[in-house]
């Protein structure tokens, strides 16, 4: 075997692998570049609070705006009819928003969402008269993934 033929042996299987790994390095870029930034977790403001009546009966609504609402798809607020109903509708959205006071207890909820336009349209409400608590968040549970989206806790007073 002669000199040229020693470097021919060791340069080619060099070669192969230096190309195998400039096409891993290109192909993994491309899908690093296509998959969407992580969705980061709701920021939840206090807005304020309305007085209504419903059959005779006094309330205090207490509503909240999602500062960061277009870092969710609307795509998650799709209707989703594969998924479990929300009671008796079965077009409901992909994601449910659900609030909570600081303990944990669930106050309220939303399942009929259809974009995160609508993330500015939460709150909850207690009847007029009635304490209520000093904190809440909110869980947005996208159930075709299984995942939920805890927001910060909010005041419930200006």
């Known amino acids: 075997m002669g000199r040229e033929d020693t470097m021919k042996s060791i340069l080619r299987p060099t070669a192969t692998a230096l190309l195998a790994l400039l096409i891993f390095s290109a192909l993994a870029t491309d899908s690093l570049r296509a998959m969407?930034?992580?969705i980061p977790n709701p920021v939840l403001?206090?807005?304020g609070q309305e007085p209504y009546t419903v059959s005779g009966n006094n309330?205090?609504?207490y509503r909240y705006n999602v500062v960061n609402l277009v870092d969710y798809p609307n795509n998650m607020f799709a209707a989703a009819p594969?998924?479990?109903p929300c009671g008796s509708n079965t077009n409901s959205s992909r994601s449910w928003v659900d609030i909570f006071d600081?303990?944990?207890?669930?106050?309220?909820?939303?399942c009929n969402f259809r974009n995160h336009d609508d993330l500015n349209q939460i709150w909850f409400a207690m009847p007029e008269g009635d304490l209520p608590p000093s904190w809440i968040y909110i869980e947005i549970n996208d159930r075709e993934?299984?995942?939920k989206?805890?927001?910060?806790l909010a005041e419930t007073t200006l």
């Open 145 to 147: 993934t299984n995942t």
């Open 36 to 38: 969407p930034p992580p």
């Open 102 to 110: 600081q303990r944990g207890k669930r106050l309220y909820g939303f």
């Open 149 to 152: 989206y805890k927001s910060n």
């Open 45 to 47: 403001i206090f807005i």
């Open 82 to 84: 594969a998924l479990p």
């Open 59 to 61: 309330f205090i609504r």
